[in-house]
């Protein structure tokens, strides 16, 4: 299964984006799905999750983009969404969107392309 981020851009300090990220098949749609991003010289960091549609399709933030950052899915696009609004200089870097479940290791898998955002002043 293939994951491919797209939506990306270059947007002025307190724009916004919406970020996609389309399967190749509908097997992701059982797993919890994070939006990472990994900005020059840092580590990669999860910034948003959504649970499964079956489980409730709980959302988890981190700190930094609560309340500017949503993340939904479609399942019938087998697709994930990250909006993002009031975008700071500091939330510029590459976002990838990957299961949880392969993200920390737990089943084998691997990363998509990423879409690279960047933020400017």
């Known amino acids: 299964v293939q994951l491919q981020a797209s939506g990306g851009g270059l947007v002025q300090a307190g724009g916004s984006l919406r970020l996609s990220c389309a399967a190749s098949d509908n097997t992701f749609n059982v797993y919890t799905m994070g939006w990472y991003r990994q900005a020059p010289g840092k580590q990669r960091e999860l910034v948003a999750a959504?649970?499964?549609?079956?489980?409730?399709?709980?959302?988890t933030y981190a700190d930094s983009v609560k309340g500017r950052f949503t993340i939904s899915r479609d399942n019938a696009k087998n697709t994930v969404y990250l909006q993002m609004n009031s975008l700071k200089l500091e939330d510029t870097a590459v976002y990838y969107c990957?299961?949880?479940?392969?993200?920390?290791?737990?089943?084998?898998?691997?990363w998509g392309q990423g879409t690279q955002v960047t933020v400017s002043s």
């Open positions: 990957n299961s949880l479940a392969i993200a920390d290791g737990d089943i084998a898998g691997s």
């Open positions: 959504i649970a499964p549609i079956v489980n409730g399709g709980r959302e």
